[in-house]
């Protein structure tokens, strides 16, 4: 389809009136692409406004395809932006995580399928390289026929299906197969209730052996700077701050990244987004996500 870089163009209100009209019919899945490629909403966000500031100067006239069009802008500027996100999430203070965003209102951000939302298949993803991760997004959210891609990501649809066949193999090794969402949801419950009161035999029990919490506070809140590794610690740490961090809390249940989570609030402030990762072996991950600037989607 070409470069999508801007060129001139002068259109009436019209004319604009229908690329907006364009834009907005597609805008759900451009969002769906960015946030699958950053990991964050806010970063997604500005991405898609970029790709609307540049199909309002493009010279439509010349675009056959505008879903096509967006989309490969869109994937492409993802990819530039993510190589630069990366290098600012090498210092970021303490263990980074996805930002959450609420997903019971569009349970796939506009995709046909959840694929490559939830977090620890957006944990995985970080580990692939900016092209590897737009193939298997393109291919495994949104289904795009390989050839495409190919166009999409400028390599040949050979090496999109390596690509893709690659990123597959490293989610599946990496990954212990999900209880259902149902399942889930009660080790989430049932995690809460344990760690509220401090219940070490509780919390040991519904934790998998290799179990890893993470705590994103990003430096702007006090949270763990290293993740804690096994069911023994992990009970332990949570029972250490069970009184002091529960105090005055309301737990409000929602559903992000089409998962269920705890939104944690104090004085009617969501200040924490507690959420797990689980197998039939327990859960495998807990995920705190404190950060001010990142639980503000959720």
């Given at each position: 389809m070409g470069d999508t870089a801007p060129a001139n163009?002068?259109?009436?209100?019209?004319?604009?009136?229908?690329?907006?009209?364009?834009?907005?019919?597609?805008?759900?899945?451009?969002?769906?692409?960015?946030?699958?490629?950053?990991?964050?909403?806010?970063?997604?966000?500005?991405?898609?406004?970029?790709?609307?500031?540049?199909?309002?100067?493009?010279?439509?006239?010349?675009?056959?395809?505008?879903?096509?069009?967006?989309?490969?802008?869109?994937?492409?500027?993802?990819?530039?932006?993510?190589?630069?996100?990366?290098?600012?999430?090498?210092?970021?203070?303490?263990?980074?995580?996805?930002?959450?965003?609420?997903?019971?209102?569009?349970?796939?951000?506009?995709?046909?399928?959840?694929e490559?939302?939830?977090?620890?298949?957006?944990?995985?993803?970080?580990?692939?390289?900016?092209?590897?991760?737009?193939?298997?997004?393109?291919?495994?959210?949104?289904?795009?026929?390989?050839?495409?891609?190919?166009?999409?990501?400028?390599?040949?649809?050979?090496?999109?299906?390596?690509?893709?066949?690659?990123?597959?193999?490293?989610l599946i090794s990496e990954r212990r197969a999900p209880v259902t969402g149902a399942e889930q949801r009660r080790l989430l419950t049932a995690f809460v209730a344990a760690a509220r009161t401090g219940d070490l035999a509780a919390l040991e029990e519904l934790l998998a052996a290799d179990v890893i919490s993470y705590s994103d506070g990003g430096g702007a809140v006090r949270a763990s700077r290293f993740p804690v590794v096994g069911a023994f610690r992990v009970a332990k740490y949570v029972r250490a701050f069970a009184d002091r961090f529960w105090a005055g809390v309301d737990v409000e249940w929602g559903d992000v990244n089409g998962q269920a989570a705890a939104l944690l609030r104090r004085d009617g402030e969501v200040f924490t987004v507690l959420t797990v990762t689980a197998s039939d072996q327990g859960i495998d991950q807990v995920l705190w996500m404190m950060n001010p600037a990142k639980i503000t989607a959720a």
């Open positions: 163009h002068c259109g009436g209100p019209e004319d604009l009136d229908q690329a907006a009209a364009v834009f907005a019919s597609v805008r759900p899945r451009l969002f769906g692409i960015a946030y699958r490629m950053l990991s964050s909403s806010t970063e997604a966000e500005d991405l898609v406004q970029e790709v609307w500031l540049r199909w309002q100067a493009y010279d439509r006239g010349t675009v056959a395809d505008p879903a096509a069009f967006l989309a490969t802008a869109t994937t492409r500027l993802a990819i530039n932006a993510l190589q630069s996100a990366r290098v600012r999430r090498e210092t970021y203070i303490g263990p980074w995580l996805p930002e959450p965003v609420d997903t019971s209102s569009d349970p796939h951000l506009g995709a046909e399928r959840g490559a939302l939830g977090f620890a298949v957006l944990l995985l993803l970080e580990k692939l390289s900016p092209t590897e991760r737009a193939a298997y997004v393109l291919r495994e959210a949104f289904d795009y026929p390989y050839r495409q891609i190919a166009d999409i990501i400028q390599a040949s649809e050979v090496a999109v299906r390596q690509l893709v066949s690659r990123a597959r193999k490293h």
